[in-house]
């Protein structure tokens, strides 16, 4: 079955860094996007980064730019999450995110489960 697994979060003080990661199973990796929500206590969920399935174009959130770096590994079928100068504003529950759009026919959405992460001293 389809499988997103993410880990890596955890409590840091604030101007710590945490890596996030997200094995994938259960599709074919190369063709699915990447992406990396958030939600904090009370907000809606967010996108703070994503990353193209083929040429590795990323974009990010205002609020995280300059601070955290998504990248992949297509063979290992992973994604991760370099988070570093963080912030007590960055606590919110991480998720991991494939997406695939086919036009005219179908598009595929799958979820991990979240990582906590909380920064404070």
């Known amino acids: 079955q389809v499988q997103l697994v993410e880990s890596g979060g955890g409590l840091v003080q604030p101007g710590g860094s945490l890596r996030l990661s997200c094995v994938a199973s259960g599709f074919i990796f190369s063709n699915y996007a990447m992406h990396w929500y958030r939600q904090a206590p009370g907000k809606e969920r967010e996108l703070v980064a994503g990353i193209t399935r083929a040429d590795g174009r990323t974009n990010y959130a205002d609020s995280v730019k300059g601070r955290f770096t998504i990248s992949r590994d297509n063979f290992k079928k992973t994604v991760f999450l370099q988070m570093n100068s963080l912030k007590p504003e960055d606590t919110a529950v991480y998720y991991c995110?494939?997406?695939?759009?086919?036009?005219?026919?179908?598009?595929?959405?799958?979820w991990g489960q979240g990582t906590q992460v909380t920064v404070s001293s």
């Open positions: 995110n494939a997406r695939r759009v086919m036009f005219y026919s179908a598009e595929y959405d799958y």
